[in-house]
């Protein structure tokens, strides 16, 4: 039973996971060789992955029992979008950090981007005790401090990405530092935003997933075109050919794909499973990607990384499957 009076059966959570882990390592992967082949503009393909996510929203919205479809006339007024802007908010903080990651592949391998993303667990443990009293056992409390201790030995020598020219400086590794500090606490806030967004609210109409999806990914379409519309219409950054970028690829299509699905299988989880287990599922697949990433990139593994990702992984299991303080 999932939160909220939402069944599932234990085969088809089972099977929600497999899916989501699978998509996330492969979109992971894509990424990284779409950098390295085809070089794109990132909101544009955040903006057609968010059209596909809508779009699919539409059409399984459409096909539902028509005892819980909204009537399509609704979604074009203005009470419906006033009843509903709460999703703007998630919609808003999910384009921020889909564009920051896509662009973080281009600097850093797929496995080190991957393995940041689990500093979520140490900002999703602050924002949960500031600001909603949670407390900690002991043994969660030490798993957070050995997180801290993992990611500090890890990054003190990730290893470049393999065939850059770009070395890991003091200030790279800073940098490095306060993106997974960025993201970690926007995919955060997100991740309790979504929680409560697609759970059922007393007070408030019971919607199905698909017009729920409907909801945020309109939201994020209309990001995503005011960041395209922001990042301008160039072939690339700053006039050089090392970053001229390539209009469409087939390894684009896949990314879209590949991320439009992650994206829907990741709010199924929440709305039928919880956050927790979200993030578990993230945690798995940073092993999968550090893996696979290299076999297929070749890229370092630095004996730093190894020591610090076996710690922080180790410690986000621990953190996870220790039961709530009495």
């Not at 899916?19 to 903006?47: D, N, Q, Y």
């Not at 470049?160 to 770009?166: L, M, T, V």
């Not at 072939?235 to 896949?254: K, L, P, R």
């Amino acid at each position: 039973m999932g939160k909220g009076g939402d069944e599932i059966s234990p085969a088809h959570k089972a099977g929600l996971l497999v899916a989501a882990i699978s998509l996330m390592v492969s979109m992971g992967l894509t990424i990284e060789l779409a950098w390295r082949i085809a070089p794109f503009k990132t909101t544009r393909i955040v903006f057609s992955s968010e059209l596909l996510k809508l779009t699919t929203a539409i059409y399984l919205s459409r096909r539902e029992p028509a005892e819980i479809r909204t009537s399509a006339s609704v979604f074009f007024t203005a009470a419906y979008w006033q009843e509903n802007k709460l999703f703007a908010a998630p919609a808003f903080i999910y384009f921020l950090t889909n564009n920051m990651a896509s662009l973080a592949q281009k600097y850093l391998s797929a496995h080190l981007v991957a393995l940041m993303a689990n500093m979520k667990v140490v900002m999703a443990a602050g924002i949960a005790y500031r600001i909603m009293g949670q407390r900690f056992t002991r043994r969660q409390i030490a798993a957070l401090c050995i997180i801290v201790f993992g990611l500090v030995i890890m990054n003190s020598n990730p290893g470049k990405k393999h065939g850059s020219a770009q070395e890991f400086t003091t200030f790279t590794i800073f940098l490095t530092v306060i993106y997974g500090l960025v993201m970690s606490t926007l995919s955060s806030i997100a991740g309790v935003l979504c929680e409560y967004l697609y759970k059922p609210r007393e007070g408030v109409r019971k919607m199905s997933f698909n017009e729920q999806n409907i909801n945020m990914y309109t939201f994020g379409v209309l990001f995503n075109i005011l960041g395209m519309f922001l990042q301008g219409s160039g072939s690339s950054n700053d006039g050089s050919a090392q970053n001229e970028t390539v209009f469409f690829h087939w390894s684009h299509a896949i990314m879209i794909c590949l991320s439009a699905f992650t994206g829907i299988l990741m709010g199924a989880i929440m709305k039928y499973l919880d956050n927790v287990i979200r993030n578990l599922a993230v945690c798995v697949g940073t092993i999968v990607i550090t893996l696979l990433s290299w076999l297929v990139f070749k890229n370092p593994l630095t004996i730093q990384f190894v020591i610090g990702g076996l710690l922080v992984l180790g410690s986000v299991l621990l953190y996870r499957l220790s039961p709530p303080p009495k």
